[in-house]
């Protein structure tokens, strides 16, 4: 009962819409429509590229789906990302209201903070040596201390230790491992080397909670995320385990890192290749005072306008994959297998011209003009399983954004346009946005 789609073989199409996903979406939309019978090294099912079909995937039930054994694999098996139904409930109503709304606030100063150290560091050199600097090296530095910052805050922790096993694990992170899931470590190379950072990383991750549960104890409580997830009770009153808690330190860091390095990287990019777009931004920015709080910086509407155009554009993560625990029926037509995977393809849906006219043009104004619905912008994904960081993500964005805009003047070293490729499970820039620093800006310079 699967509708009509490509007849290629399943590692052919899995391999088409890893390394070319545009196309390959594309591909199938104009050959098919909105739903497409797909075969994957996950199995057979469904692609999902229209936004009312989505919406009836996210609101389905939690316990209808469960997701791939890669997720368990990579972040652990009491990560947010590998948990399903009763499990994943239980776990999103602890978690949800540490990262939303009030909590989120206390963690923005400590993001602009290593925001502005990244960047006095790195653009003051290279505006002195007049180098060429790769905009993803840059933010993925400043995306790794945003994490640092917000997860140990003011506690006494090896901050040096801290980074070097935060990029152990990252760098260890490879596509390949999607490929050896099952094998894992007994002889697939790419799983021996991320399983040999991976027991680095928790080492230093269950020296630094014991240390932080010792010091809890003594009365030297903190409210960075490494307290509020040692602080949290489930409702019969329990903490999460250290395992627990590692295991969504290792969500925060994989799932967070590299996503809000590379969207950093592509804002800026947007705005330096739309002129008149980036003085906008600086203009609203500018009406801030030369020093503005973060908390303002989050509030300037043009400013989410470009991150929401940006993550529309090129988003992050192309698709989100459910596989049915039951049997699932689909715009009243389709019915799919317990077993039978779900693949609502993200890109296709943020790239509709039916939801977003002239969809490949940069237009932050498309979201000043009209309100979205969660099934029409979901960079994020959708339903029970949204992006539990999405607040976050955001508010480093316009912090990060914000700050290089009003504080630097930067052109394009590249005159042809970026192209997306695959980096990990998520998309970026090939050549990593290239610019030049041309120095301060006069009006926001810092001494």
Not at 29 to 54: E, I, N
Not at 244 to 266: C, I, K, N
Not at 300 to 324: F, G, H, K, N, W
Not at 328 to 355: C, H, N, Q, Y
């Amino acid at each position: 009962m699967l509708p009509p789609g490509p007849r290629s073989p399943a590692f052919w199409q899995t391999y088409r819409f890893v390394t070319a996903p545009e196309v390959f979406v594309d591909d199938l939309r104009a050959r098919y429509g909105d739903v497409v019978g797909v075969k994957s090294l996950v199995g057979r099912g469904v692609a999902v590229l229209d936004a009312g079909l989505a919406r009836e995937v996210f609101a389905a039930p939690p316990e209808t789906f469960t997701v791939v054994s890669l997720f368990e694999a990579l972040f652990g098996p009491h990560s947010v990302i590998a948990v399903s139904g009763a499990a994943h409930k239980k776990l999103r109503k602890l978690l949800n209201p540490q990262f939303h709304g009030a909590q989120v606030k206390g963690f923005l100063a400590a993001m602009q903070r290593a925001i502005r150290r990244n960047l006095d560091d790195a653009f003051d050199a290279a505006a002195k040596s007049g180098e060429v600097v790769r905009l993803t090296d840059v933010t993925q530095a400043m995306a790794l201390d945003v994490i640092i910052e917000t997860v140990f805050g003011a506690a006494p922790v090896d901050r040096d230790a801290a980074r070097a096993a935060l990029r152990g694990i990252t760098h260890g992170f490879s596509p390949m491992l999607a490929v050896g899931t099952a094998l894992h470590e007994r002889w697939f190379p790419p799983w021996r080397r991320f399983t040999r950072v991976r027991d680095a990383f928790d080492r230093f991750v269950y020296g630094a909670i014991a240390d932080r549960r010792a010091r809890a104890a003594a009365g030297d409580a903190r409210d960075d995320v490494l307290g509020v997830l040692l602080g949290a009770r489930y409702e019969d009153g329990s903490p999460m385990t250290d395992v627990e808690v590692r295991d969504q330190l290792v969500t925060l860091l994989l799932a967070g890192h590299e996503t809000s390095a590379t969207a950093m990287a592509w804002c800026l990019y947007f705005l330096l290749r739309h002129p008149s777009a980036l003085a906008r931004l600086r203009a609203d920015v500018d009406a801030l005072g030369e020093s503005p709080a973060p908390e303002a910086l989050t509030k300037v509407r043009y400013l989410d306008a470009v991150v929401s155009e940006t993550l529309r554009i090129e988003p992050i993560v192309t698709d989100v994959v459910r596989i049915c625990r039951e049997p699932f029926t689909l715009g009243g037509r389709w019915e799919l297998p317990k077993g039978g995977i779900v693949a609502v393809f993200l890109m296709s849906i943020l790239r509709d011209a039916r939801i977003f006219a002239d969809p490949h043009a940069f237009k932050p104004e498309r979201f000043l003009e009209k309100k979205f619905s969660a099934s029409e912008f979901l960079p994020f994904g959708g339903g029970a399983r949204r992006c539990l960081g999405a607040a976050f993500a955001e508010a480093e964005l316009a912090i990060a954004v914000a700050e290089i805009v009003s504080g630097w003047e930067l052109s394009l070293a590249d005159s042809a346009p970026e192209r997306s490729v695959r980096r990990n499970l998520t998309m970026g820039p090939k050549r990593g946005v290239r610019v030049r620093v041309n120095g301060r800006r006069g009006a926001r310079a810092r001494t």
